[in-house]
């Protein structure tokens, strides 16, 4: 009897006792600059991208020129994204972050989307005709899903039945925008 207790006394200190946490690891290094050329002599691959020797990193590993540029926002929706990513600028590599410039015409529009690895914050500034957000996103390589491609461009199609029901449609305006997509 005497060990029994002692057993659910351990088990009961041992479950209280067990913390767990999650947290982002710390990082190998303090930066690794991305290169495309895995046949260096220091072709360490971290984060899926090879890295430069950290001694031949410069300060153009970590710049790009432009991002002061408005860009052209004659475009179906109204405006332009710049996405500075891992590909652009090789030094975000392993630090976990990129950015974006929108441009935006009067009435343009940034569609409903999501970034599946990341998360986004977003600042719009004003401007007199056009206006520019830049947004910080949380990976290096945020990815991007837009509703309405995922939704009515599907491949496979989803079913136009279920499509009408769930968005409360005609099935002939699904139909047409799947076919747009």
Known sequence: MMKGVQLVTVL???LA?????????????DFCVAINDSTSSYAVF????FCKDP???????????GLNTPRDTSTPLGSNV???NVDKIL?????GISLARIDFAPYGLNP???????????VVLEGHTNAVAFAGLSSQNPGLITIANAVFGSNPPINPDVLAKA???DRNVVNYLQKKF
Do not use: M, W
């Open 167 to 169: 968005f409360q449609l």
């Open 112 to 122: 409903p989307h999501i970034h599946p690895r990341a998360t986004e914050i977003l």
């Open 46 to 49: 971290v984060n899926g991208k």
């Open 82 to 84: 710049t996405l500075l």
């Open 17 to 29: 006792c067990s913390l767990s946490s999650a947290y982002d690891p710390s990082p190998l290094q």
């Open 12 to 14: 009961v200190f041992a």
């Open 91 to 95: 030094g975000l590599n392993t630090l």
């Open 55 to 65: 001694k031949l990193a410069t300060a153009d590993d970590f710049f790009f020129s």
